[in-house]
């Protein structure tokens, strides 16, 4: 059982890192306007200044309780890996961030060790964690009731 867990997070790792590559391949054939998506995500909020405490705070909510809040919820539906969903939208995110070095406008303003540097913490703890997660579960499961 635990040699076809540990297949289950390698496919997981590879799926996880496919995503990413597809979202960088598409990012760069699409070469999409970086200013004009800048320009929604600032106007996402309501409108009105908000300050660094504020807007961390919100990042603070937002990924320390809607996130899995939302997974949690999706988790319940019994179709098979929909818990995946928000993962999957992470990586592709994490692909399109990858194109930004590479985009014209943004040209040596930002190198691509920044962006290593910038989204590695997020990356390992949002992405890679999961497969930790699967394997202390399946220790917890199959492995700690057989010593007892």
């Known amino acids: 059982m635990l040699k076809e867990s540990g297949k289950l997070i390698i496919r997981f790792s590879i799926v996880t890192l496919g995503i990413i590559i597809i979202a960088f391949v598409v990012s760069s054939l699409i070469q999409p306007d970086i200013f004009k998506f800048i320009n929604w995500a600032d106007n996402k909020g309501i409108g ?30 019994p ?33 691509i060790p920044e962006i290593f540097l910038g989204i590695l913490p997020h990356t390992i703890i949002e992405l890679f964690a999961f497969p930790l997660l699967i394997l ?10 057989h010593i007892g």
Do not use: R
């Open 136 to 145: 202390a579960a399946l220790i917890e499961a199959f492995i700690i009731p």
């Open 48 to 77: 009105t200044s908000k300050t660094q405490l504020e807007k961390f705070l919100q990042y603070v909510i937002n990924n320390g309780v809607k996130v899995p809040l939302q997974m949690f919820i999706l988790s319940l539906v």
């Open 79 to 111: 179709i098979p890996f929909i818990y995946y969903l928000p993962i999957a939208l992470t990586a592709a995110v994490t692909g399109f961030i990858f194109y930004l070095p590479l985009t014209p406008d943004l040209q040596g303003k930002i190198t």
